[in-house]
């Protein structure tokens, strides 16, 4: 069987369950939330997509924590994501993130454990009536708690125990900069083909390099996580 007739069987398998009344995904997806992932407020619903989310204070800085989840009823699908993020101006962001502190990953990726999944696993299909999509939601919900709880749970023992993190606080901690002055810097290099001038990026950016028993893979994430650290500096309040 192709995918797309695997596709087209999810979506158009009918059982005796009715329709998917305006306003019914929402009860389920709070009601299964609030069972099994209490931890996880309701935030708010936008485009299509229901946001939960949690806050942890690690080391006195507020992590957020969030569980998105799309519904498409005419195209019979859902989709999900996680997300571990220090800088609260990317709540609305739908930009998937593999850095060190704004982390956004999709849910069946982390289940799959590889970006390269087949078009008829890579969405949660439902097939627009009650007991299936219940059925869908359920799966989801545990999903997040099966593989995305611990994602997130690793983000936080990062934020705690990670040393080049550890420097990277210390650095904006304790610098005194014209944050305005530092954000047009860093806006300018950003239209300049991502090529960072700025002598402050440029001392955040050796300091983090200086630290030792930091993993190659790790490593290449330096340069996005020290523009990441100065925008938090830049936005923080």
């Not at 990953?105 to 008829?120: E, F, H, Q």
Request: net charge positive; proline share 2%; hydrophobic share 30%.
């Amino acid at each position: 069987m192709s995918w797309y007739s695997k596709i087209k069987f999810k979506i158009e398998k009918k059982g005796d369950s009715p329709e998917l009344k305006r306003g019914q995904v929402k009860q389920i997806l709070i009601s299964g939330f609030k069972r099994e992932l209490p931890e996880f407020d309701f935030l708010e619903y936008r485009n299509g997509c229901y946001t939960f989310k949690n806050t942890r204070i690690i080391n006195g800085r507020n992590i957020y924590e969030f569980l998105y989840v799309i519904f498409a009823l005419k195209d019979r699908y859902f989709t999900c994501s996680v997300a571990s993020r220090i800088n609260k101006n990317y709540l609305s962001s739908n930009s998937y993130n593999t850095g060190l502190i704004n982390s956004h990953i999709d849910l069946l990726v982390l289940k799959k454990g590889t970006g390269v999944i087949p078009a008829d696993e890579s969405y949660y299909f439902h097939n627009g009536q009650v007991k299936t999509t219940t059925e869908v939601i359920e799966q989801i919900v545990n999903d997040f708690k099966e593989f995305g709880k611990p994602f997130l749970q690793k983000q936080a023992k990062q934020f705690e125990k990670s040393d080049l993190l550890k420097a990277g606080f210390n650095f904006i901690e304790n610098l005194e900069i014209d944050k305005s002055k530092l954000n047009d810097e860093l806006k300018k290099d950003i239209t300049s083909a991502g090529r960072f001038t700025s002598n402050t990026y440029l001392k955040l950016k050796a300091e983090l390099q200086s630290v030792n028993g930091i993993d190659r893979e790790t490593r290449k994430n330096i340069p996005k996580l020290t523009y990441e650290l100065l925008e938090f500096y830049c936005g923080y309040k």
